[in-house]
């Protein structure tokens, strides 16, 4: 069996490429567990089993979502955590994080020259992907997602009252893009939350995604890439 890790910030990162793993194997066989880890300078640090994949006699590929509860834990959850990976024969590593609070859309060169020092290279390299400035970045693009939240969530009415368009804009240059779907979806009368991401992840189409929306964002682009290539 083929496996692959993703360790990713927090738990709105685990549901997009859960999903984004499960749309894009249509009918290969994965299994997903999802694990949780915290802790570990002054805190006893644990590894806890979030949510297990159901096993099936069929599935060839496994992939173990990190929800490691920070940006800057990304990298040192795959650390402590690399060693263990190679000995359980894992083929692909990838690292996703925001770029947002602690870093500007100007220290965005500086932060992916950052990430690799100190990170083994051999026998896997580590794919690290950063969603510019936050991962809401990509869920303000899919446009069409946003009647789904609530048919009155128009682009034109968003236009008007948020003051850009997401067909047309760089959403990468949006400085807060978590608030910027807030107030989309207030359009509506309706909530985006950070810890309850879920109704957002499923409101979106996963094929505009891949084929409209991933062109933009050339980090989205290679995780899916990393993701097909792993599945097919």
């Given at each position: 069996m083929s496996k692959m890790a993703i360790?990713?910030?927090?738990?709105?990162?685990?549901?997009?490429?859960?999903?984004?793993?499960?749309?894009?194997?249509?009918?290969?066989?994965?299994?997903?567990?999802?694990?949780?880890?915290?802790?570990?300078?002054?805190v006893r640090r644990t590894c806890r089993l979030v949510r297990a994949g159901m096993p099936?006699?069929?599935?060839?590929?496994?992939?173990?979502?990190?929800?490691?509860?920070?940006?800057?834990?990304?990298?040192?959850?795959?650390?402590?955590?690399?060693?263990?990976?190679?000995?359980?024969?894992?083929?692909?590593?990838?690292?996703l994080r925001d770029v947002r609070?602690?870093?500007?859309?100007?220290?965005v060169h500086l932060l992916r020259q950052s990430l690799p020092l100190y990170v083994k290279t051999r026998p896997v390299t580590v794919h690290f992907l950063l969603s510019i400035m936050?991962?809401?970045?990509?869920?303000?693009?899919?446009?069409?997602?946003?009647?789904?939240?609530?048919p009155s969530i128009t682009i034109?009415?968003?236009?008007?009252?948020?003051?850009?368009?997401?067909?047309?804009?760089d959403m990468q240059l949006r400085p807060f893009p978590a608030?910027?779907?807030?107030?989309?979806y207030s359009i509506g009368g309706k909530i985006y939350e950070k810890a309850n991401p879920a109704n957002t992840v499923a409101s979106l189409d996963y094929n505009e995604v891949c084929l409209n929306i991933a062109p933009k964002f050339n980090d989205l682009q290679r995780l899916i890439d990393l993701i097909g290539g792993f599945l097919f």
């Amino acid at each position: 069996m083929s496996k692959m890790a993703i360790f990713a910030e927090g738990y709105t990162e685990v549901v997009f490429v859960e999903r984004l793993i499960n749309e894009l194997a249509n009918q290969n066989h994965v299994r997903i567990d999802v694990r949780a880890v915290r802790g570990g300078t002054n805190v006893r640090r644990t590894c806890r089993l979030v949510r297990a994949g159901m096993p099936h006699p069929q599935q060839n590929r496994f992939v173990l979502i990190y929800d490691c509860g920070g940006d800057v834990a990304v990298k040192t959850r795959m650390m402590e955590e690399y060693d263990n990976l190679i000995k359980a024969s894992y083929v692909i590593i990838i690292c996703l994080r925001d770029v947002r609070p602690k870093y500007q859309l100007g220290d965005v060169h500086l932060l992916r020259q950052s990430l690799p020092l100190y990170v083994k290279t051999r026998p896997v390299t580590v794919h690290f992907l950063l969603s510019i400035m936050e991962i809401e970045a990509w869920f303000l693009a899919e446009a069409t997602h946003y009647e789904r939240i609530d048919p009155s969530i128009t682009i034109e009415v968003i236009k008007n009252t948020c003051g850009f368009d997401p067909v047309i804009d760089d959403m990468q240059l949006r400085p807060f893009p978590a608030n910027d779907l807030n107030n989309c979806y207030s359009i509506g009368g309706k909530i985006y939350e950070k810890a309850n991401p879920a109704n957002t992840v499923a409101s979106l189409d996963y094929n505009e995604v891949c084929l409209n929306i991933a062109p933009k964002f050339n980090d989205l682009q290679r995780l899916i890439d990393l993701i097909g290539g792993f599945l097919f």
